[in-house]
């Protein structure tokens, strides 16, 4: 593991998911998950986020699209507070579950409206 990697990614990752969630995870990880989790930590976190080429709120608005497309709701819901946290505003989730729409059709787009009313209800911002 690059030490340094991992702490950036550390970093970036309880920036975006909240430290108290990030920090639930690893607690939770046992010795069956948690070599998955320092990889995903280090490299998605601290190599895919852990440069300037791309700020987080776009990076989080491109997270956002992509799940979508694959409908993985769980990770969906996770990743809109992430965004939210990221600077992403109401206007702009909507704009971008639009676009999930247009490409990836539109039930997929009703199951992220879904989610993200759940999360901006839990959040403050309805």
Not at 46 to 70: E, H, Q, V, Y
Not at 83 to 92: D, K, L, P, S
């Amino acid at each position: 593991m690059d030490k340094e990697r991992f702490e950036t990614g550390l970093a970036q990752r309880k920036a975006t998911l909240g430290a108290e969630y990030v920090e639930q995870v690893l607690g939770n990880a046992d010795d069956f998950t948690r070599p998955f989790q320092e990889m995903m930590t280090e490299w998605c976190w601290g190599f895919g986020w852990g440069d300037d080429c791309i700020d987080p709120k776009t990076r989080s608005m491109m997270n956002l699209s992509m799940i979508g497309a694959l409908g993985k709701m769980h990770e969906w819901e996770l990743h809109c507070r992430g965004a939210i946290n990221n600077g992403v505003t109401r206007e702009e989730l909507r704009a971008i579950i639009h676009v999930i729409g247009i490409y990836c059709g539109v039930p997929q787009s009703l199951e992220c409206f879904r989610a993200a009313k759940k999360v901006m209800g839990e959040m403050g911002m309805e």
